[in-house]
């Protein structure tokens, strides 16, 4: 599986939009980008995901570069209950198993 | 809500004592994981089933015994664990069992071994 590499924190302004990088740059061609999030004692979230095309949704909305070697997801306008633990992961579409590194601490301040 | 509930949210036991976590999903999904999240360590998969088939068991200790009557509950019995043991145990469940079916998790219990 491709290993994913995303900064260890973020602090973002609440209302601004948060832009949370990824790179994978040894994605593979069936491989998808999955975005989880997970607040502090709470069972991870599903975000979003995509395996080309941009996708948007009402969380948030993924942008994939041409060649697929990175990733940015956006929450449009953040709020102080996006404060969490975003984890970028790639999946096959045979592969269930989800793991997540460590992620990027987003702090949402007012 | 994600439509998987777990209880209960929070469980101390001792090393001697027998408990269960139990999992419900009211998402009509055929596939549900239990995974292990301890303190600054990644996610573990612990066990999947598809169908109430256990199609996984990432070699978990016999101390840890899953069980899925139906596809809607999934149940983990607990016996003589230990301090290590300890940690937020999260349901999952998705449609299938595939890499593109999003999983939607529960709220995880937080388990106290003493």
């Known amino acids: 599986d491709a290993k994913t590499t995303q900064p260890t924190s973020m602090d973002c302004a609440e209302g601004r939009a948060a832009n949370l990088p990824c790179n994978h740059s040894?994605?593979?061609?069936?491989?998808?980008v999955y975005w989880y999030r997970q607040i502090h004692s709470q069972g991870p979230q599903y975000i979003i995901h995509g395996l080309k095309n941009n996708e948007t949704n009402e969380m948030a909305s993924l942008i994939i570069t041409e060649d697929r070697k990175s990733s940015t997801l956006i929450l449009p306008h953040a709020t102080l209950r996006d404060t969490a633990v975003y984890y970028c992961?790639?999946?096959?579409?045979?592969?269930?198993?989800?793991?997540f590194g460590a992620g990027t601490t987003v702090t949402v301040r007012a | 809500e994600t439509g998987v509930t777990q209880t209960p949210r929070h469980l101390v036991m001792g090393m001697t004592n027998k408990k269960s976590l139990k999992c419900e999903q009211h998402l009509g999904h055929n596939a549900m994981y239990w995974y292990k999240q301890s303190a600054k360590k990644p996610l573990e998969l612990m066990f999947v089933y598809n169908f109430k088939e256990q199609t996984e068991n990432n070699s978990v200790p016999s101390r840890f015994s899953p069980e899925c009557p139906n596809s809607s509950h999934l149940f983990l019995h607990l016996h003589t664990l230990q301090p290590e043991d300890s940690a937020l145990y999260l349901c999952?469940?998705?449609?299938?069992?595939?890499?593109?079916?999003?999983?939607?998790f529960g709220p995880g219990t937080r388990l106290l071994v003493l």
């Open positions: 040894t994605i593979s061609g069936n491989e998808y």
């Open positions: 999952a469940s998705s449609q299938d069992v595939g890499g593109v079916e999003t999983q939607y």
């Open positions: 992961i790639v999946l096959s579409n045979n592969d269930y198993k989800l793991s």
